[in-house]
């Protein structure tokens, strides 16, 4: 959780060197683990940049890189033929069986024309959807939201998803307000902007990327999830004296959604078996480690 906040904090007022240190370390802990990396896989200093474009990595194809079981190619420019492709550095590939397109997640705003869009001066990027916190259309937060625009929002998966369903109920049922429409059309504007200086870094930049420390920082409070007793705050050592055991594991063990169920905040029901979650998960780690890749 302290990495967290320490990586937000620097995406926040010293975005240039969070980049450089993101795309540094992320190579440093590949080579680190794996050994040497061939450059021509196209995996360490592969661009866009990770704080401008998220992806998924699998590590398991490293292992069928190194013996040749596959091999890492350039993306497809065009079908030149029956069973031939072109990639993009001009390669021609001939008897191709079958082209497998791993598209991602993007999101698909063509069923949703009442969602505005647009782009502010001196920008020619895609367009960028005007939703607050990348989850609400101002004229209709009562009883819309988009929950798929949110790129390096969910820093730990999937399971932060139940934070943002938690923050949409209590939003809808009253125990978290939302500002005015006006606040939130101010929002939108100083938002676009943001994501139009990140995109002029590299246009291949996602531009449902969000603010991470906004973000989240708005559905753990609309979430009641009581995150703010983590850290080195006045809250969080307050729960150090009161809980040392549990300040540690949640500061410093494993990233649970367990914890987001654990303290009482009035906002929402704290789970009674999340403490012995949180324990059972840190001890699980000592039992199955993560083991180095040969």
């Not at 492709?85 to 069986?97: N, R």
């Not at 390096?152 to 500002?179: C, E, I, T, Y």
């Not at 063990?253 to 029901?269: D, I, N, P, Y």
């Amino acid at each position: 959780m302290s990495n967290l906040k320490i990586g937000a904090w620097l995406q926040r007022y010293f975005p240039g060197a969070a980049r450089w240190l993101t795309d540094k370390l992320v190579g440093y802990m590949l080579t680190k683990q794996y050994g040497q990396l061939d450059p021509n896989w196209r995996i360490i200093n592969a661009l866009p940049s990770l704080t401008l474009a998220p992806r998924g990595v699998q590590d398991g194809i490293l292992s069928y890189l190194k013996d040749g079981s596959l091999e890492s190619t350039y993306g497809i420019k065009r079908f030149v033929g029956p069973k031939s492709i072109e990639l993009d550095d001009g390669t021609v590939l001939h008897d191709i069986d079958a082209v497998i397109c791993a598209t991602g997640y993007t999101a698909d705003f063509s069923v949703t024309p009442f969602i505005e869009k647009g782009r502010p001066p001196n920008y020619d990027g895609p367009e960028i959807m005007r939703l607050w916190k990348n989850l609400f259309p101002p004229k209709y937060a009562d009883s819309i939201v988009m929950m798929c625009y949110s790129a390096f929002g969910k820093s730990n998966g999937f399971s932060f998803s139940d934070v943002a369903s938690m923050a949409v109920s209590n939003v809808w049922r009253g125990a978290h307000p939302l500002p005015p429409v006006r606040v939130m059309e101010d929002w939108c504007d100083t938002h676009r902007e943001w994501v139009a200086a990140r995109w002029k870094l590299d246009n291949a930049a996602d531009t449902s990327m969000c603010k991470i420390w906004e973000y989240q920082g708005f559905l753990h409070e609309a979430a009641g999830t009581g995150m703010e007793n983590l850290g080195w705050g006045w809250q969080g050592w307050k729960f150090f004296f009161k809980d040392p055991k549990m300040s540690y594991l949640m500061n410093n063990g494993v990233e649970t959604a367990h914890a987001f169920r654990f303290f009482e905040t009035g906002k929402r029901k704290a789970w009674p078996g999340a403490r012995d979650a949180i324990i059972h998960v840190n001890e699980s780690v000592k039992v199955f480690p993560v083991t180095k890749t040969n």
